[in-house]
């Protein structure tokens, strides 16, 4: 049974730091494209993609929002992936989901991903 359960949101002044986890069990990355993703979805808006890296650590990406501000990072031995999220600002509010991607298809596309976690609540307050 897949499962990915995701860890390590909460509450944070603007500024601040915080260090999501995403946790995958009985995931399998059959090819090297294969990766992680990182989404979030605020009150009223769609889900934007935030970040993607291949399961063995290659090829980070981040959108615009996010870059240079967060780093995405992988452990392969405990199928986690981490997101580090730092110098925060309201605007990054929302509900951060990991996902497994598919083999083919734009990693920034959310329905080119298979396995969700639950998510997990980031607020930045003033």
């Known amino acids: 049974q897949v499962q990915l359960v995701e860890s390590g949101g909460g509450l944070v002044q603007a500024g601040g730091s915080l260090r999501l986890a995403c946790v995958g069990s009985?995931?399998?990355?059959?090819?090297?494209?294969?990766?992680w993703g990182w989404f979030r979805q605020a009150p009223g808006k769609e889900r934007e993609f935030v970040s993607s890296?291949?399961?063995?650590?290659?090829?980070?990406d981040y959108s615009n929002a996010v870059k240079g501000r967060f780093i995405v990072s992988v452990d392969i031995a405990k199928s986690t992936v981490y997101l580090q999220m730092n110098s925060l600002k309201r605007d990054d509010t929302g509900i951060y989901y990991c996902?497994?991607?598919?083999?083919?298809?734009?990693?920034?596309?959310?329905?080119?991903?298979?396995?969700w976690g639950q998510g997990t609540q980031v607020t930045v307050s003033p």
């Open positions: 009985g995931l399998t990355f059959s090819t090297y494209t294969m990766g």
């Open positions: 996902a497994r991607g598919r083999p083919s298809g734009s990693k920034r596309l959310p329905t080119n991903y298979d396995y």
């Open positions: 890296i291949t399961w063995s650590g290659s090829n980070p």
